[in-house]
């Protein structure tokens, strides 16, 4: 059950990520277990550092996530407070017209969780792109 539910939020915020967030937001941010935890959306993907904290499309318990672009494609997002060392992430590639993937490469913290994220044009080559990262513990 757990893998069609994974599944269905990977689809479903693949076409739909700000969609994606009022849904949870109107549902309490679903913070039971086995359940989405964290989230975020990276709407400003070519900027060095964001504070994705202020989005409306961003939940961490009211705890701040930040973003930093490390080089094109390359992503770190922090996530102060969660510990993320017992669940999933999973992250998609987010809007324009261009093919375009996102992967992560890893995550770890029990205080302060950290995700490195990485996007790839239809090339394979790495590239700035919307993406939204999903917690789910």
């Given at each position: 059950m757990i893998k069609n539910q994974l599944f269905l939020l990977t689809v479903v915020s693949t076409l739909l990520a700000p969609s994606l967030a009022n849904a949870i937001q109107a549902n309490n941010h679903l913070t039971s277990k086995r359940g989405v935890t964290a989230y975020t959306w990276n709407s400003n993907p070519s900027a060095e550092n964001a504070n994705l904290g202020k989005s409306r499309y961003t939940f961490n318990s009211d705890r701040p996530v930040s973003r930093?672009?490390?080089?094109?494609?390359?992503?770190?997002?922090?996530?102060?407070?969660?510990?993320?060392?017992?669940?999933?992430?999973?992250?998609?590639?987010?809007?324009?017209?261009?093919?375009?993937?996102c992967r992560i490469g890893s995550w770890s913290g029990k205080e302060n969780c950290e995700v490195s994220v990485y996007c790839f044009d239809a090339k394979g080559q790495h590239y700035d792109s919307q993406f939204n990262l999903i917690f789910i513990d």
């Open positions: 930093k672009r490390l080089s094109m494609g390359m992503y770190r997002v922090k996530f102060d407070g969660l510990n993320c060392g017992a669940g999933q992430f999973t992250v998609n590639a987010y809007g324009g017209q261009e093919y375009k993937s």
